[in-house]
């Protein structure tokens, strides 16, 4: 068999390891991330010289996340009329065992944020 391919556990460390030490893709990131820094240092010196690309690029940003916290309130209300649609095509006894499995489980859910935002 060849060296590496046993599926060993040292096998797989030894080729994670030969895997972090390439020398080319740790200077391909290196390099990478002083040209990011470049471009950014770049960016901030033309938004420092023109407020108002500045505001307006910080304008643009907020009615994208708004737009984006639009489109997902939509998904949501999307999904609860179809849940809701689903729900009414039940016989009314499935309807009203799902339904309080459906709140049981919200409930849970809502009391597990609740517990994590503390």
Same mark, same amino acid.
């Not at 304008?59 to 949501?76: F, G, H, M, Q, T």
């Not at 649609?85 to 006894?93: E, N, Y």
């Given at each position: 068999?060849?060296?590496?391919?046993?599926?060993?556990?040292?096998?797989?460390?030894?080729?994670?390891?030969?895997?972090?030490?390439?020398?080319?893709?740790?200077?391909?990131?290196?390099?990478?991330?002083?040209?990011?820094?470049?471009?950014?240092?770049?960016?901030?010196?033309?938004?420092? !010289?023109?407020?108002?690309?500045?505001?307006?690029?910080?304008?643009?940003?907020?009615?994208?996340?708004?737009?984006?916290?639009?489109?997902?309130?939509?998904?949501?209300?999307?999904?609860?009329?179809?849940?809701?649609?689903?729900?009414?095509?039940? $016989? $009314?006894?499935?309807?009203?065992?799902?339904? !309080?499995?459906?709140?049981?489980?919200?409930?849970?859910?809502?009391?597990?944020?609740?517990?994590?935002?503390?």
């Amino acid at each position: 068999m060849a060296e590496g391919s046993s599926g060993e556990p040292i096998d797989l460390i030894m080729k994670s390891t030969r895997d972090l030490l390439r020398p080319e893709e740790l200077v391909r990131e290196a390099t990478r991330d002083i040209v990011k820094e470049e471009i950014r240092r770049h960016l901030e010196k033309t938004l420092r !010289e023109d407020p108002k690309l500045a505001q307006d690029l910080k304008d643009a940003v907020k009615d994208l996340l708004e737009a984006r916290a639009r489109e997902y309130a939509a998904i949501v209300r999307v999904g609860a009329a179809t849940a809701r649609l689903g729900l009414s095509a039940l $016989p $009314p006894d499935v309807r009203r065992a799902l339904t !309080e499995d459906i709140v049981n489980l919200l409930s849970k859910e809502i009391g597990h944020i609740v517990e994590r935002s503390l």
